[in-house]
């Protein structure tokens, strides 16, 4: 029997002489002084289940605790002393049960530390051999309620992918499901009767400058939530269009009791949110080390914490995975369906979406109007899933009841949709999020050794795989050379804090404008200011694109406008100068590892100097192997002509 079942089922007899009633107060507290002589003798508060359970770590500034939240210590010195925290816990065992209604909140001093902590109390149960008999056992009604709501039999890993319109997706995003044990027979609709577990920040403001820098520096609490498994599928799938991979991981029934009981203790305590470092990829991971300290996973997570990173870190563990899964996202679906639609029929989705009442041909086969009608209901839903399902836009609801009305006046079934699954879009089999270049460098006659350097995550010249294929978001890149001349001179020539361009295709029923922003600095090339000044540079702007040959070839242009702070003749002969003008490139994706990128742009800045800027860039990069790439890359602009080849370390 496993260690929950047999504490549910005392703590729901509890009261019963037998099950819940120490032997005496005498012996109790010879026990608890046995417990105690046990725990230091085997050093228990260093155990890493231990420290694991507290979510202490160890830094230059001695020992702490990420958690936040007083209510998640018994120890006035537990954030920062596991030691402490042990024995007040183990003290806190033994004091007197109490009945604890389900109108008692967890969170408060007042339930007792067995129902607080379940999973300290399993754990410390195991290593130290405590007597159920020597302690009062409470009725821990809410936490019973909890586990049988969840009805654990196994936890996977889901990774939602990319989401640049959501800057606190843009990475993409993990949470955990707990996959019930009832509900068989249902196939794959058994996962959506599921909860998922997700950590994110209690967000207080819209406004993005102020959401960066709470963000970055930890000025939002992050909690756990339970929320229905389809609510996520919903949010991720369905609103924002995101592909979901699943994986079961293979714990022991042991370490899946652990996980849950954690789960629940996590409820009572907050963390500080970190965008980069203690962020939902990172408090997942440390939920899973939690349960299963042996494996090694906080050792192996870096700074900063990317989502993807952290399913290669679970993927690359020996014997966690058992098993992977996909969900494609309801855009996913919707292109897999007008997939083999002819020309005429696409017209007829996009005018049935607008009007459920458009004629279709009468001498349309069954076949035929049932594919486009089915294409026309998954249009409305993308267009309007969350219209439909917060029933905001009766109109919109209307339209869907309509076309489902006229599908099933044709008696006859759709076919199965299949999708298939995109192995190369796997997050873990991505390049490396960060990057090293070398190579030599040729600008205007003088020759250098070019240095590149990001933190993370894509652009959109490096080997797609993994990634979205016409997306791109790099966060603390940089690019210097040194010169080989006698006096060695180090330029840099551009620095981006962050830098995305979002490429969005026009089709016949998608209509989302392209965009980019970047925000760093850059080495001034033209007459406009001193030689290799270094300026403050931030930039927006927004276009249209189109793409074909499954999105092999894009093309897209944008109308830019871009500022610059620095050593300029800018306006008003001050150190600003601003800019706008049209911008815009190729992309030809020529093999699955080969990638060809062509810009340019044209700044036009009225009453500075100069009056215009140009630039064009080239570049041809080959993946040799998954984290390695060759790159012949070209830049010309007013005042210079470069050309690198540059040999790329993805890590």
Same mark, same amino acid.
């Given at each position: ?68 939240? !007083? ?159 389809? =609510? ?8 924002? $269009? ?101 020309? !005429? ?19 349309? $086969? ?79 006659? $003088? ?19 993994? =990634? ?5 978001? !790099? ?172 040999? =790329?370390?993805?890590?």
């Amino acid at each position: 029997m496993g260690a929950v079942v047999l504490l549910l089922a005392l703590w729901l007899s509890a009261g019963a002489a037998s099950a819940g009633e120490p032997a005496s107060v005498a012996a109790s507290a010879e026990h608890l002084a046995l417990l105690l002589r046990r725990a230091q003798e085997q050093d228990v508060a260093a155990s890493a289940q231990w420290l694991r359970l507290g979510h202490w770590r160890t830094g230059l500034l001695g020992t702490r605790s990420e958690a936040d939240g !007083e209510n998640f210590f018994l120890s006035p010195d537990g954030p920062r002393d596991p030691q402490s925290e042990l024995r007040a816990t183990l003290e806190a065992f033994f004091e007197p049960g109490a009945e604890e209604t389900a109108a008692e909140d967890p969170k408060l001093p007042f339930a007792h530390a067995i129902c607080r902590f379940p999973a300290r109390f399993i754990f410390l149960r195991k290593v130290l051999d405590i007597d159920l008999t020597m302690l009062a056992v409470p009725r821990c009604q809410r936490f019973s309620d909890f586990y049988q709501d969840l009805d654990p039999e196994s936890a996977t890993l889901v990774f939602s992918s990319y989401y640049l319109n959501n800057p606190s997706s843009a990475f993409g995003h993990t949470f955990l499901r707990i996959n019930k044990r009832s509900g068989g027979g249902l196939g794959k609709r058994k996962e959506l009767l599921d909860y998922g577990i997700d950590f994110s920040a209690t967000v207080d403001t819209d406004n993005a400058l102020i959401y960066t820098f709470k963000g970055l520096f930890g000025f939002f609490p992050g909690s756990f939530h339970r929320l229905p498994y389809y =609510y996520k599928v919903r949010q991720y799938g369905d609103f924002e $269009s995101r592909d979901l991979w699943a994986y079961e991981l293979n714990l022991t029934t042991e370490q899946l009791e652990i996980l849950v009981a954690h789960l629940w203790e996590l409820g009572s305590t907050y963390f500080d949110y970190y965008y980069f470092t203690e962020n939902c990829s990172y408090h997942i991971i440390g939920v899973l080390a939690a349960a299963a300290p042996d494996v090694g996973l906080m050792d192996r997570m870096r700074t900063p914490v990317i989502p993807a990173d952290t399913v290669k870190v679970v993927v690359q563990t020996p014997g966690l995975v058992r098993e992977v899964d996909y969900r494609p996202s309801l855009r996913t679906q919707f292109e897999a369906r007008t997939a083999g639609l002819d020309a !005429e029929q696409r017209e007829r989705v996009a005018a049935l979406a607008a009007n459920p009442e458009a004629v279709l041909a009468p001498e349309w $086969s069954p076949e035929r109007a049932i594919a486009t009608l089915d294409a026309a209901a998954d249009l409305v839903d993308l267009r309007h899933a969350k219209e439909l399902l917060r029933k905001t836009d009766p109109g919109v609801a209307e339209r869907k009841r309509r076309l489902l009305e006229r599908r099933s006046e044709i008696r006859s079934p759709s076919p199965v949709l299949q999708v298939a699954e995109p192995s190369d879009k796997m997050p873990q089999v991505a390049h490396g999020s960060r990057r090293l270049g070398l190579g030599p460098s040729l600008a205007n006659g $003088s020759k250098a050794l070019a240095v590149g350097f990001r933190m993370s995550l894509h652009d959109l010249a490096d080997p797609s795989d993994g =990634y979205p294929e016409l997306s791109q978001i !790099e966060m603390g890149a940089l690019r210097f050379r040194i010169t080989d001349e006698s006096n060695a001179r180090f330029i840099l020539d551009d620095f981006a804090a962050v830098r995305i361009l979002s490429i969005n295709p026009i089709d016949r029923f998608t209509r989302l404008p392209s965009w980019t922003v970047s925000l760093g600095a850059r080495s001034v090339r033209d007459s406009g200011g001193c030689r290799d000044c270094l300026a403050a540079s931030g930039r927006f702007g927004a276009g249209l694109a189109g793409a074909w040959h499954d999105e092999a070839v894009a093309l897209f242009g944008r109308i830019d406008a871009r500022a610059e702070a620095g050593a300029l003749e800018g306006i008003a002969d001050g150190p600003v100068r601003a800019g706008f003008g049209p911008a815009g490139g190729l992309r030809w994706r020529i093999d699955r590892r080969l990638v060809f990128l062509a810009t340019g742009e044209w700044l036009y800045h009225p009453g500075q100097h100069p009056r215009s800027l140009w630039q064009t860039d080239a570049i041809l990069r080959w993946g040799l192997r998954r984290n390695w790439a060759l790159s012949l890359e070209s830049s010309a602009q007013h005042e210079e002509r470069r050309a690198e080849l540059l040999l =790329y370390l993805y890590l």
